[in-house]
């Protein structure tokens, strides 16, 4: 009899696979033919939006699809300058399509909205911790499991560059025709560790900023290998010399 063994995922990865603004008052923006990178049978995309308004209420992404899928709401955080720049992160099971259309709806209309757009494998489909901050710098804490990954998004005003710690910066530019910046992180992880600091620094002062980030375990979902499984040393070998005939 085959019997076929567990093998569990070894480490969940997040990389940015594409990142886009669209400048128009509305309350709903559709990036078309968005990159979502290699589909997998676990694949999740994990979506930072950012969104910058003239009023003084506060906004909110009412509702994200990927692909025509419904996403999860992870983290948000707005400015202190009465709310009216914010980032928020979403993540959806996408298992199909190498791109798509990303839809953000806001509760009300904006003047304009970002996305930076994550491929996340090997990861739980539920977030374990999340952080966010509006401070100069913008810090937090995020515990990050052991194998486990996590994700960062940041806008500034006024011309600002940013400067992270605890995440690698994937991206950071423009939002289109202003003078307002955001910017994407992420951090693989093969160790874990409690309490890991992000931070955020902005290369000026301006009221007119905020970030949010998230922590994924690895999954253990993993796929079932059986016996019959090519294993890499039996193609080595396949590889190698002929043996010299006697």
Known sequence: MLLASWVPDSRATAHLVDDASINTDTNVYSFQSTRLGFPTSDR??????????GGSNARKVNTLTVGGVSASFVVKSASANEDNHTVELWAAEVLNGVD????????????????CVYRLIGAETSAHDTGSDNGSPATTTLDVPTGGTCIAVSFAGSSATTTWAGAKEDVETTLETTTSRYTGASQNLKSGEAGRTITATYSTTSANRAMCCASWGRSIRGRWRTPTDPRPSARKRRAGPAPPRT
């Open 44 to 53: 999740q995309i994990v979506v930072a939006v950012i969104g910058t308004h």
């Open 100 to 115: 798509g259309t990303v839809e953000v709806t806001w509760d009300a209309g904006m003047s304009n909205c970002a996305i």
